[in-house]
């Protein structure tokens, strides 16, 4: 079945330094891909998005590239800031299919 | 604005109450709407899926008589948690999707409802 696979974990950089936060995915078909991102206490909110291969989704700084040759779509942003702590997932759904379906999620916590 | 309403937004209750947790889209028509669960400190964890009118479809594990879902309207979906016990306790999340004919649509999730069953 479909699956996504993320760092695990946390990572704590220090404000202004770069950040990847690695992703990568299994799937049987031409997935739309996903970074969420969610604060304690609230729902996940649609952090940036990439519909097709070679496609770059770009928010605040942030940006991922679907590599289709690699299955990945890792998060990267050149200078952390101390407001990007939150916890990331990952995530695809698959065309036609209405699930989306995520990785286990990376609590990101940036030290001043 | 939020675009997924989802209440209450916490739930205390005793072993054996049935709790009732609504989400509305506010400001679209959700054929498609998706209940999680979440763990402290794990990812999302897909209960069921379900469309306006019809029957939910759960995923492998969860027990359709424990998480009655209902769809009946196109700005509502309703989960119950039926007989709830310790541990049932768990933040539950909501999502709503619009179906405008094709293309890929946002979805859009509630801000969640910490269920503590004591």
């Known amino acids: 079945g479909d699956s996504v696979v993320q760092t695990e974990g946390q990572v704590l950089p220090s404000e202004g330094d770069s950040l990847i936060v690695n992703c990568s995915y299994e799937?049987?078909?031409?997935?739309?891909l996903f970074w969420y991102v969610q604060y304690p206490g609230e729902g996940p909110q649609l952090h940036l998005k990439a519909m097709k291969a070679n496609d770059k989704g770009r928010n605040k700084g942030f940006e991922a590239m679907y590599r289709k040759e690699t299955t990945s779509f890792h998060l990267e942003k050149d200078s952390v800031q101390e407001s990007d702590s939150a916890v990331y997932f990952c995530?695809?759904?698959?065309?036609?299919?209405?699930?989306?379906?995520f990785g286990q999620g990376t609590e990101l916590s940036v030290k001043p | 604005g939020a675009v997924v309403s989802q209440h209450p937004s916490r739930v205390i209750c005793k072993s054996g109450t049935s709790v009732k947790i609504e989400c509305r889209s506010l400001?679209?028509?959700?054929?498609?709407m998706f209940w999680y669960r979440q763990f402290p400190k794990q990812s999302l964890m897909l209960m069921a899926t379900s469309n306006e009118g019809s029957k939910a479809t759960y995923e492998q594990g969860v027990e359709k008589d424990k998480f009655l879902i209902n769809h009946a309207s196109l700005t509502l979906s309703t989960l119950t948690v039926t007989s709830a016990h310790p541990e049932d306790s768990s933040f539950y999340i909501c999502s709503a999707r619009a179906f405008r004919g094709g293309g890929d649509q946002p979805q859009h999730f509630g801000d969640g409802t910490r269920l503590s069953i004591l």
């Open positions: 400001d679209f028509q959700a054929t498609t």
């Open positions: 799937t049987t078909q031409y997935p739309s």
């Open positions: 995530a695809l759904r698959s065309v036609g299919g209405g699930k989306l379906i």
